[in-house]
């Protein structure tokens, strides 16, 4: 069971796809999970064969594979209450108009279910937004009726979407992550619940955002393996030290007196050998895509480093059973 080992280009958008499928080649990565705000036009993909042929080419200059496209800043603009910094995930000449960048969005992710189908990948990762994440603190009081309004509202929103999803035969996978309408265990069972457990909708995999909720991110792999789609490999470190919390003080990324930070694979607090025996026992055989993150380390350093980090995690279940010589004839 050998699982490419991709790069998401989503931490990479300032290189055009030739530079970032060079320099992928030479960190050692089989492929890349090409995020649509870096190096693809979603609707040029969708619409122009020659484009998609020209992407494929440039993907095997470089013996790269590509098995997902991500969509994250997209999809947020779908579900989220509009504040001034999403008008960063939307077309300029849209800021400020939240309806418009609404609208703009929806048309955007059926869009990329198109283009997927037209590059041959079968997954789209991204997320969703939430129109009530802001209430995750339950003050003001917050009803189980405007939760469950939340929900609704999600479901209206995407279900139009994931209709052309199951045209294109392309799966969308959430990553459940805190501003999301599934950001943990629950609102992830709550989620899949909602849309009846409709399988355009899966889980993209990120132990990251899970640990230092208090999320025992082999416990929610074990328990949502049917519904993950994709994995990212991205590692988190904590530093409770009894000043800070997990809620990070409104201090920037990489701040030591934060009480966790995104860190490359392998330096911080996720067990991926944890990981790896769970996704061998599911069957999962999908990329393991290292999303890198890490604010105190150089980042082609660490992004090769992880490569090679990953490759060293990624073995297969057993064949035999360790004590099957044990006998004799």
Same mark, same amino acid.
């Given at each position: 069971?050998?699982?490419?080992?991709?790069?998401?280009?989503?931490?990479?958008?300032?290189?055009?796809?030739?530079?970032?499928?060079?320099?992928?080649?030479?960190?050692?990565?089989?492929?890349?999970?090409?995020?649509?705000?870096?190096?693809?036009?979603?609707?040029?993909?969708?619409?122009?064969?020659?484009?998609? /042929?020209?992407?494929?080419?440039?993907?095997?200059?470089?013996? *790269? $594979?590509?098995?997902?496209?991500?969509? =994250? %800043?997209?999809? +947020?603009?779908?579900?989220?209450?509009?504040?001034?910094?999403?008008?960063?995930?939307?077309?300029s000449e849209l800021a400020g108009k939240s309806d418009k960048i609404r609208e703009w969005a929806i048309e955007e992710m059926k869009y990329t279910a198109k283009a997927a189908k037209a590059i041959g990948v079968d997954v789209v990762?991204?997320?969703?937004?939430?129109?009530?994440?802001?209430?995750?603190?339950?003050?003001?009081?917050?009803?189980?009726?405007?939760?469950?309004?939340?929900?609704?509202?999600?479901?209206?929103?995407?279900?139009?979407?994931?209709?052309?999803?199951?045209?294109?035969?392309?799966?969308?996978?959430?990553?459940?992550?805190?501003?999301?309408i599934a950001f943990d265990y629950y609102t992830t069972k /709550?989620?899949?619940?909602?849309?009846?457990?409709?399988?355009? *909708? $899966?889980?993209?995999?990120?132990?990251? =955002? %899970?640990?230092? +909720?208090?999320?025992?991110?082999?416990?929610?792999?074990?328990d949502y393996a049917e519904y993950v789609y994709h994995v990212h490999i991205k590692d988190t470190k904590l530093n409770l030290n009894g000043r800070n919390g997990i809620l990070g003080s409104h201090i920037t990324f990489g701040n030591y007196c934060r009480g966790w930070n995104f860190v490359s694979p392998g330096h911080g607090d996720v067990d991926f050998d944890e990981i790896i025996r769970i996704l061998n026992e599911k069957g999962y055989n999908g990329p393991l895509s290292i999303e890198w993150e890490d604010s105190g380390m150089e980042r082609v350093f660490g992004a090769t480093e992880a490569c090679e980090f990953t490759n060293k995690i990624n073995f297969s279940p057993s064949d035999v059973a360790f004590d099957d010589a044990l006998k004799t004839d």
């Amino acid at each position: 069971m050998k699982r490419p080992v991709t790069l998401f280009t989503g931490q990479w958008a300032d290189f055009n796809l030739e530079e970032i499928c060079e320099l992928a080649s030479k960190m050692g990565y089989e492929g890349l999970e090409i995020a649509t705000w870096g190096q693809l036009n979603i609707r040029k993909a969708a619409t122009d064969p020659e484009y998609v /042929k020209e992407i494929k080419l440039t993907l095997d200059k470089y013996n *790269l $594979g590509c098995w997902a496209i991500g969509a =994250h %800043l997209t999809g +947020q603009c779908v579900g989220d209450i509009w504040d001034e910094r999403l008008d960063g995930f939307a077309p300029s000449e849209l800021a400020g108009k939240s309806d418009k960048i609404r609208e703009w969005a929806i048309e955007e992710m059926k869009y990329t279910a198109k283009a997927a189908k037209a590059i041959g990948v079968d997954v789209v990762t991204g997320f969703m937004g939430s129109p009530i994440w802001k209430m995750w603190y339950s003050f003001p009081q917050t009803t189980e009726e405007i939760v469950d309004k939340g929900y609704k509202k999600i479901k209206e929103l995407w279900s139009p979407i994931f209709d052309v999803f199951d045209e294109c035969n392309v799966k969308f996978a959430l990553e459940v992550h805190p501003t999301e309408i599934a950001f943990d265990y629950y609102t992830t069972k /709550k989620l899949l619940e909602v849309f009846d457990y409709r399988k355009t *909708l $899966g889980i993209n995999f990120d132990p990251s =955002h %899970l640990i230092w +909720q208090g999320v025992n991110p082999g416990i929610f792999l074990y328990d949502y393996a049917e519904y993950v789609y994709h994995v990212h490999i991205k590692d988190t470190k904590l530093n409770l030290n009894g000043r800070n919390g997990i809620l990070g003080s409104h201090i920037t990324f990489g701040n030591y007196c934060r009480g966790w930070n995104f860190v490359s694979p392998g330096h911080g607090d996720v067990d991926f050998d944890e990981i790896i025996r769970i996704l061998n026992e599911k069957g999962y055989n999908g990329p393991l895509s290292i999303e890198w993150e890490d604010s105190g380390m150089e980042r082609v350093f660490g992004a090769t480093e992880a490569c090679e980090f990953t490759n060293k995690i990624n073995f297969s279940p057993s064949d035999v059973a360790f004590d099957d010589a044990l006998k004799t004839d």
